[in-house]
């Protein structure tokens, strides 16, 4: 109860199965006050939710079931709306809010919300109807170490309480939700671990037991539909990790295709591997990467910049390998692309696939100055969230190999905010005189005129 007598609900929003083992880990470490109830709400953000299961309908999920009291689904509570794009007018929150509270049974109990991706919908949209709760949010991988990927009303965001986060590099904060002062809280390693033991033990219907010799594990992803990439290139992206396996020495490979691709990024796969004289086997069921650990016991793990390869390297000892991330590097627009602090963090700590020996070798050495990287390229990203970035961010680049800053760090973006790097020494200063930059504009716009004018 309350402190006057009002029943507490906790609802828990989750949208992966790997949110629904992190909040399973979060409840059993005591990281939640108890409560009078406990309601899970299921949100299917694919873009044919019509066509792909939900997270309650994941195997495994019986496993985590027990944790709550109560499972609603938000797809359901909003239809015919996709919860990716829905969000409430702002006159017609008070009506959402009696609707929440009558379908959910919530009547007059004081609420607590426990969300991911605060930043959007839909975990945005119900922290908007039920206005006065009390926000926690928890980690949706590597993504929370970057900066928030854009403001958030502060009728939203000083509500919130704490980021929670799992300890996938070991000494990193999470800038997430910085500007509001959130506090981070780590859920512990070994909680998490526990609850992905029992996902494991409940998967029976994956068709797959550990070979004879442990495999190479592929994770694929799908970055052409972000537009990051083409399907020809995502194609070419998975090529590579199964030449890069076989180059290691590796002839039985495993491909994890990310849920929602399509078949057709990986139907060359298999004719690759027997041409390189290897046997690939592609997943078809539906399952955490984290399952296939213990399942497979993978020789070593190769992806991209999923988060699964921290968990396979910080949680379960495994060697990772990433490939194309100087690639992404380049790709991602604009700066501010919230997958930049993910694809870097992966790019400065991991070995490149390409690199000699199968456990990292000598000439790969982890950037050991990765929380400096962080918040110098989480101040780029989003200086108006953390003025109190830049110092850090100058020293830190001041300092930078020039090849170094070329990799991580975009020459126009670190002109237009004055930053080392920018421009030749002799003009860096001229960016931070707001008169100057006036004044460079107005030439560009001149010159081009000009242009124009002489080829008319």
Not at 82 to 95: C, E, F
Not at 135 to 140: N, P, Q, S
Not at 246 to 252: E, M, P
Not at 401 to 428: A, C, I, N
Request: glycine share 8%; charged share 20%.
């Amino acid at each position: 109860m309350g402190p006057s007598g009002t029943p507490r609900t906790q609802i828990f929003c989750v949208s992966t199965l790997y949110g629904a083992a992190t909040l399973a880990a979060g409840i059993d470490a005591g990281l939640f006050a108890p409560a009078d109830r406990r309601l899970l709400v299921v949100c299917n953000n694919t873009g044919t939710p019509e066509l792909t299961p939900a997270v309650d309908g994941m195997p495994g999920f019986e496993r985590l079931r027990d944790r709550f009291d109560d499972l609603v689904s938000w797809n359901e509570t909003i239809e015919p709306y996709h919860p990716g794009s829905w969000s409430p007018r702002p006159d017609d929150i008070p009506l959402w809010e009696r609707h929440l509270r009558l379908a959910w049974r919530l009547g007059d109990a004081r609420v607590e919300l426990i969300v991911e991706s605060i930043q959007v919908n839909p975990a945005l949209a119900i922290a908007q109807i039920l206005t006065g709760a009390p926000i926690d949010v928890y980690a949706d991988g590597l993504m929370s170490y970057g900066p928030t990927r854009s403001k958030i009303d502060p009728l939203v965001g000083e509500r919130v309480r704490r980021v929670l986060h799992l300890d996938l590099v070991p000494g990193l904060e999470p800038l997430l939700l910085a500007e509001f002062g959130v506090r981070p809280e780590l859920i512990p390693t070994a909680a998490f671990t526990r609850v992905l033991d029992q996902l494991t033990d409940s998967a029976s219907g994956i068709a797959i037991t550990a070979p004879p010799v442990p495999p190479a594990l592929l994770l694929g992803q799908y970055l052409s539909a972000l537009s990051i990439l083409t399907e020809r290139e995502e194609e070419e992206l998975h090529l590579r990790m199964v030449r890069g396996a076989v180059a290691l020495g590796h002839q039985r490979l495993v491909f994890k295709p990310h849920p929602a691709a399509p078949a057709v990024l990986w139907a060359r796969l298999e004719e690759e591997a027997e041409r390189l004289g290897a046997e690939l086997t592609v997943l078809g069921t539906p399952v955490l990467a984290e399952v296939l650990y213990r399942r497979l016991a993978p020789a070593v793990v190769i992806g991209c910049f999923s988060t699964a390869l921290f968990t396979a390297s910080a949680f379960y000892g495994i060697p990772v390998r990433r490939t194309g991330t100087e690639l992404l590097l380049e790709r991602l627009t604009p700066y501010q692309n919230s997958n930049r602090v993910p694809v870097t963090i992966t790019d400065a700590l991991l070995a490149p696939l390409e690199d000699g020996s199968e456990r990292g070798g000598a000439s790969h050495e982890p950037d050991a100055r990765i929380g400096e990287l962080v918040a110098a390229v989480g101040f780029a990203m989003q200086p108006q969230l953390h003025p109190g970035l830049r110092p850090a961010a100058e020293g830190y680049l001041a300092a930078l190999p020039d090849e170094r800053v070329r990799r991580y760090f975009k020459r126009r973006r670190l002109t237009t905010l004055g930053l080392p790097g920018g421009m030749p020494g002799q003009l860096s200063g001229i960016p931070r005189n707001a008169t100057a930059r006036r004044m460079v504009r107005r030439a560009r716009t001149l010159r081009r005129v000009v242009l124009r004018a002489g080829t008319g």
